[in-house]
């Protein structure tokens, strides 16, 4: 059985399905590391009936998740000129412009001043991010902080999102020319609901780090050795574009080469990304 290629069919069923790892454990029956290990392809040989339950419980049949995994397109793959080859991209601040109309549009609807929504929201991002806290928990302890009787961040955010599409551009093109993958601190079930609404480019990415998958947020070392491990290649062959200094100085401390996106100055932070991903003579 070829693990690798069992674990991406694997996480992309998962992902296809809309499900967090940890609720795809509570289906299969199955603990958490053992899920996570399979989707890295760390586990030799996993059990054909672990692999049937997994199947189950997405929905799907033991074949489609052991046989031929769809083919990437063929690349052309090289590296750019400070050495890195496999790119990862931040989604929030980076491929699209977040929270800022979502908070807006909150507190107009609730009649709330704009401020308290932002300081209740951070209140709670980072344990929703982590999956530590669930999405209705969050919504619930949101509405309350707030004063009003429910709240649906959710449904705000995916209709108020806006792509940075010159920056999806570049991604597209990355792809072409690098192993590329998501790295992004993100509520459970976003993701897949971006890519689905057509919020994020359509595209085979290599790996996806979900946080609220791996439960750990940038800028915690974990997630960063979970990002490294799944990309399978050695620190200093990584470059991260992320909108959040702190983000990129933690993985600069980890041996990444890091670069700063600022979705304020779009064309300008895509043309240094442009620069960035130049290959290498």
Known sequence: MDEKGLGKRLQEARQAAGLTQQQLCQRAN???????K????????????????IATALGT???TLIGQAPALP????????????????????????F??????????????????????FWHYNDDVCRGVLSVNDFNAKLAERIGVESVDWQKYYLETVEPIMAMQEV???ASEHYRIGLLTNIMPGLLSAMRREGHLPNLQYDTI???????????????????????????????????SRVNLMAAEKLGWHVLWFDDSRVEESVDRARQALEPAD
């Open 38 to 53: 399979i989707e890295r392809g760390a586990i030799k040989a996993p059990s054909i009936f672990t692999i049937q339950a």
């Open 61 to 63: 049949s033991l074949d």
């Open 30 to 36: 199955l603990s958490f590391s053992t899920l996570t």
């Open 74 to 97: 063929a690349r052309n793959l090289k590296k750019t000129r400070s050495g890195a080859s496999f790119i990862y991209f931040d989604v929030n601040g980076c491929l699209v412009h």
């Open 209 to 243: 780090i979900d946080s609220s998958e791996v439960a750990a947020i940038k800028p915690e070392a974990r997630i960063y050795e979970i990002a490294e491990a799944q990309a399978d290649c050695r620190p200093e062959d990584i470059l991260l574009i992320d909108d």
């Open 171 to 173: 991604v597209k093109w």
């Open 99 to 120: 929270y800022h109309r979502a908070f807006s549009k909150l507190a107009q609807d609730t009649g709330t001043p704009l401020d308290s929504v932002e300081s209740a």
